[in-house]
């Protein structure tokens, strides 16, 4: 492989991550509160149509940006209420916020499939950019790229260096004890699935505004699946989700790398690479129960009914 080649597989492992890192701080954060929100894939979609939406109807980058976050909230909402105020299955109502986003979006965005618009340009940080190999790759990126490179230092600082971390993980081990010292279990949980919500939404925006600024059904592709699998998968930790994102990214392009190299495989085979990984990785965590117990929050999927 020749220089050029590897810069820019990093640069597109690095976009292709970007989505994956985004939605699945949310889902980290929303699961160390204890509560665990399938519905990642009906909220990347909701986010991904409203901002589409708002981007063709105003013209403005920033406040479809602003719509995608504001799709991906209120659908966290809706779950929200559903699994912490009515304290419905968790797994449920997930599953009915996917299917019921899924739906949404597709009724939504029906007028909108073939438009296309210019989307979010990658920004050159001066002199940064100009270095060889990863100047390219982690300083010549849009701004949803960097912003996920921000999210990981405050998320990393937050939840090892702050009382609002320690609250969150102690909600998140034992709802009942952190009530018995004031803290307001249902209220983090809220902020907590709006959080996650916010992150989908915004995944969701990324996809339709800067990766392939066009709107089409279904056009998340499982990344919400894939996503609940690499938080597991990065044993709830931030560093670790970065780099699970980054090789899942990998795996996505590698049919475009192989192309690129010469080797003649069936695009149809290699574009199940990231699924098939997805897969792999479940069956290795399930055969360590012990070590996944130990790492995820205690009350993970637990309803808290507050003592009246």
Known sequence: ???????????????????????????????????????????????????????????????????????????????????????????????????????????IGANYVGIGIDGIQPLAIPLLSDIPVIGKALFQQDTLVYFSFFMFALLYLVLTRTRVGLKLRAVGENPEAANSMGIHVHGVRYLAVMFGGAMAGLAGGYLSLAYTPLWSEGMTAGKGWIALALVVFASWKVGRIMLGAYLFGVASIM???????????????????????????????SSNQTKAKLSAPMSLGVPYRPQL
Request: net charge negative; glycine share 12%.
């Open 1 to 107: 492989m020749d220089i050029d080649l590897i810069t820019n597989i990093l640069y597109a492992t690095i976009r292709t991550g970007t989505p994956l890192i985004l939605v699945a701080f949310g889902e980290m954060v929303c699961e160390k509160s204890g509560v665990l929100n399938l519905g990642q894939e009906g909220m990347m979609l909701m986010g991904a149509v409203i901002g589409f939406v708002a981007a063709v109807t105003t013209g403005s980058l920033f406040i479809a940006i602003l719509m995608a976050i504001i799709a991906g909230i209120l659908m966290s909402l809706l779950f929200g209420f559903l699994s912490i105020t009515l304290v419905s299955n968790q797994v449920a109502s997930g599953l009915a916020l996917t299917i019921f986003g899924g739906g949404l979006s597709a009724f």
């Open 255 to 285: 049919h475009l790398i192989l192309q690129g190299t010469g080797y003649e495989i069936s695009p149809s085979i290699l574009a199940m690479l990231p699924y098939v990984a997805t897969i792999a990785v479940l069956v290795l965590l």
